[in-house]
Every structure is written in C-alpha cells, then in structure tokens.
C-alpha cells in the first residue's frame, strides 16, 4: 500500500476511510498484458520505483553519470498541486533507489508553487545540472537550476535563471565542441513560441535567440536537439496534429523556418537523441489523438523515419519520454506510465528491426 504525507486532515482521514470499506485510491493498478515484450533490440523493461509518499508523477528525465544512473521527475498530489516537488532515484548497479525530494515551490510559510519539468544533464564528470521550472502554471512559471558533485546524491542551493530564460524546457541540453550548452528552451505567455538559450558557462551567463515561431499559426513547445553532419535539427510538439521542426547552420545561434514534419503528434512530449552510429532516435506517440501507443522511431537524415520498436500499445497514458545513449552504446528511455509511476527500458540499438512509415 502506498503512504500518504499529510496534507490537511481531509487527505489523512479520507484514505483510512477508504481502507476501512476495502477500497485504495492509490493502489497501483496491476500492468496489462505485456504485448510489446518480445522485440528486436529490447533489452530490459522496469519501473523506477513501486511505492512513494505522492501517488501522482510526470515529465521523468533520464542522464548517465560515472556512478551510474540518476533519473528525476515531478511527483505530487497532481500536476499543479503545489505540493508537487522534483524528485530523484539513482541506479549505480543494484536496482534504484527510493525516490528522494531534491527541489520544491516553498516562497515562505505561507506561500508555495509547484515545480515542474525537470532536466537533468552532466555535461563533465563531477558536475551534474538539474534543471527544473517552479510556479503556478507553465504561462508563469520561472527557470531553476541546482547543482550536484556527488552524481545525484546531494545539491547546491537552487539558482533562478534570469528572467526571459527557462532554460531547458522538457528534453536535455546539447553540448556544442567548445563547451557552450544548448538549452532548447519555449515559452507559452504569448501563445507557444519555441526559442533556443544558450550557456557558455554552465548557466553563469545565459544568451537566446528570439521566438522561432508566431506562437499560433504554428503553436509549438518542448523542442529536442539533433544533428546530421554540420546541421542541427529541433523537433518539437505542436498544436497542429503533427510534430514541427526547424535546422540550424550556424551550432544553434539561428534557426530556418518552422515547419510540419509528417509524423503526428497529439500535442504530447517527445524527446530524441542523435546516437553513435550518426543516426537519430526519436521516442513519440504516433497519433494525433490521445497518449498511446509509444513508439521508438530511426532516421538518418531527419526526414525519412522508420518505426524502430513499440514500448507500449495498451489503452492509457504512455507520455513524456526522455531518452539517452549510455557509454556502452545502449539506449535508456523513461516515460510517464498512466500518471502513477515512471518506466525505465533500455534497447541495444544495433539490434532493432526497422519498417518504413508510410
């Protein structure tokens, strides 16, 4: 049985009530059927965690550290909730480790906000980067950034971003040649405007482009980073039925137009890596409408993709994946899995068999 933390006296005394007429709102549905087990390339299928002190979490992050792997969310009561707070667990081996609150909304001891969409990166041995977004709603919500040297195990103090800047906004930096990070960043105070910041420092200094897109005509939010020889590519959710993009020649200082790819979007996050062998892998819901199936896709140029493998196929909410490539070549993705807890699988992405999309 999952605990509660008290909230008020109504959150302690509604769930005993519960209880006591053999009913539990926070009881973890048993996983359907699994249909997506026996797959080319699948390695191993987890969750991240089976019992926590929240019963709702989204928006997990995933990175690779020298002492193994960290991954991060946002659990609460539910989104917008201010007691949402960022949490973490670590993997150095033996299985993750219970999660444990890093980040919080507390103003003072009458004002609190929710966190949100935490981001986590190492962009050098020794430095871990978590970014995350604290306030009432994404319209109005502000860049946070923590720093930890232990690979996850403690943190500094939190840091505000400046204002204009969110930093990453879902999907994780991209680390240029001469140490700048990307950040692909967007905003929604003026409909959905997609923008690029950049840190040379680390997040001392910060510099951005303006918005990519009106907002509107196209409306589009939570870019990824990839790149194909000397270009960059952005793809990114929208309102419009379909995942958008634009590239870049110049390591992200500007961007071409925005434009619809083929491939659909049902206005959920995605999230994408450029692996090893040069080609990128893209983790999306194939539909225009509702948060499965989930499906792992292959591209080698950025337009033409192939369906690689499908993590989830059943009625439910499969969403916000984050995806890396680990140092021995094997692909970890985390997804939101129905709202109650955060799945970890991992593919050898040699051994994918892949069919065209039409």
């Known amino acids: 049985m999952r605990q509660l933390r008290p909230v008020n006296l109504f959150f302690q005394v509604f769930p005993l009530l519960l209880v006591c007429i053999g009913m539990n709102t926070f009881a973890h549905a048993n996983p359907p059927e699994n249909t997506t087990a026996d797959q080319p390339g699948l390695v ?9 002190s929240f019963p709702s979490c989204h928006a997990s992050t995933i990175v690779e550290t020298p002492k193994g792997l960290v991954c991060a969310f946002f659990g609460g009561t539910h989104e917008k909730n201010p007691d949402v707070e960022i949490w973490v667990c670590r993997n150095e081996g ?55 040297h232990d690979n996850g195990k403690t943190w500094g103090p939190a840091k505000r ?31 959905w405007q997609l923008q690029m910041e950049w840190t040379p420092d680390l997040g001392k200094t910060w510099h951005r482009t303006g918005p990519l897109n009106d907002g509107y005509k196209i409306a589009a ?38 434009t619809m790819t083929t491939l659909p ?26 948060r499965s199936p989930l499906h792992v896709a292959i591209s080698e140029d950025g337009k033409h993709w192939s369906t690689a493998l499908v993590l ?15 140092d021995d070549g094997k692909v970890h993705i985390t997804y939101t899995w129905k709202r109650d807890l955060v799945k970890h699988v991992v593919l050898d992405p040699s051994q994918l068999k892949l069919k065209a999309i039409d």
Request: charged share 20%; with cysteine; hydrophobic share 30%.
């Open 94 to 148: 033996d299985g993750w480790t219970a999660p444990v609150s890093v980040a919080d909304g507390v103003e003072s001891a009458s004002k609190r906000y929710p966190c949100w969409n935490p981001v986590l990166f190492q962009p050098k041995p020794g430095t871990l980067l978590l970014f995350y977004k604290v306030g009432p709603n994404p319209s109005a919500w502000w860049g946070m950034l923590k720093v930890s």
């Open 312 to 326: 989830e196929d059943q009625k439910g909410e499969y969403s916000y994946p984050a995806v890396i490539q680990t």
């Open 44 to 52: 191993k299928q987890e969750f991240v965690y089976t019992d926590a």
């Open 161 to 191: 971003l400046p204002d204009g800047f969110v930093g990453p906004v879902k999907n994780k930096p991209y680390l240029l040649s001469d140490g700048t990070l990307l950040c692909p960043a967007s905003t929604e105070h003026n409909g």
């Open 265 to 290: 979007n049902p206005n959920s996050g995605t999230d994408a890596v450029t692996l090893k062998d040069g080609r990128a892998l893209l983790v999306y819901n194939p539909t225009q409408k509702g």
């Open 221 to 258: 939010i939570q870019p990824s980073v990839l790149k194909y020889g000397d270009k960059l590519q952005i793809l990114c959710r929208s309102k419009q039925g379909k995942l958008v993009e634009a590239w870049s020649d110049d390591n992200g200082r500007s961007w071409g137009e925005v």
